[in-house]
């Protein structure tokens, strides 16, 4: 009886703990609605970082880099991700910046901010010293890692080379356009989770009717008075027509009665001409009896 109590009781910390890390990743991630002064022209050529899971864009004037399926921007002390290459941005709290994000050397920032002098190039930043000790004691150990597991690349999102300018997509048609076109699955709980809200923000409109068409198949009521609505406005195009074109109503209607009967007089026609022939053989026998 003690080992299952026990185990029930470890099986409920861990079900907590998991809980309170996704509540902490969905507090610490906004909503895809941020524009952060990014207007890039066209798509960004984007160099792997050698030795990280990481792609930076060493001719756009930002810290720009690429990680997991997303773009990630470090601006005025903040981190930034997106989906697309021109935003809109969502703000991310430096507890979820993703781990291989934070360990990008120093040298690889295009607009290092001035805090950032002095440390060493081929290191990454020192977070601990600029978000302070709090921050350092939650993520311990982010800058320690085996570097012979380092995972592969996130395939760049080439795709998206298309558009640009005025062909840049909205921000309600960017879902889609990623689902259907980039298949690559984020491996970060981060990237995933930002993923999710991405879709519940930017996608609300399915949703909503997926429930009203439901409500309407489980409400008879409610699909026949929708279908009653529905059919004047099917036959209103037809009497506007036919408003519009009185003449052709009385053209249609007569035409059919005038090949009736034709088709009827006809028939009488043949109907009384093999009467006359058999009348004409009648008297002809009468005059051989003659």
Not at 11 to 28: E, F, Y
Request: hydrophobic fraction near 25%; charged fraction near 30%; proline fraction near 10%.
């Amino acid at each position: 009886m003690h080992k299952i109590r026990y185990g029930l009781i470890a099986m409920a910390m861990l079900l907590c703990s998991v809980t309170s890390a996704t509540a902490d990743l969905r507090v610490g991630i906004g909503l895809p609605n941020v524009s952060i002064g990014i207007n890039l022209p066209l798509f960004p050529e984007l160099v792997p970082v050698p030795g990280y899971p990481v792609y930076y864009a060493p001719r756009v004037d930002a810290n720009y880099f690429f990680y997991d399926g997303m773009y990630w921007v470090y601006q005025d002390d903040n981190w930034y991700a997106s989906s697309w290459y021109n935003g809109p941005w969502s703000f991310v709290e430096p507890e979820v910046v993703p781990l291989y994000v934070l360990r990008i050397p120093v040298r690889y920032y295009q607009r290092p901010p001035e805090y950032f002098r002095g440390w060493r190039s081929n290191a990454p930043p020192r977070w601990g010293r600029h978000w302070g000790h709090d921050w350092e004691q939650r993520r311990s150990g982010w800058d320690r890692w085996d570097r012979r597991s380092v995972p592969a690349r996130a395939p760049r999102p080439d795709y998206q080379r298309q558009y640009y300018g005025d062909r840049y997509p909205r921000v309600e048609q960017q879902p889609t356009l990623h689902r259907e076109r980039y298949r690559y699955e984020p491996r970060d709980s981060v990237v995933r989770e930002h993923y999710q809200r991405q879709r519940q923000y930017r996608e609300p409109a399915p949703e909503q009717r997926g429930r009203q068409e439901e409500h309407r198949m489980e409400n008879p009521r409610q699909q026949e008075r929708d279908s009653q609505r529905s059919a004047p406005q099917q036959r209103g195009p037809e009497i506007r027509d036919q408003r519009q074109q009185p003449g052709t109503e009385l053209r249609e209607q007569h035409a059919p009665r005038a090949q009736g009967q034709e088709e009827r007089s006809q028939d009488k026609r043949e109907w009384q001409e093999p009467n006359r022939d058999r009348g004409q053989g009648q008297n002809k026998d009468e005059d051989r009896r003659r």
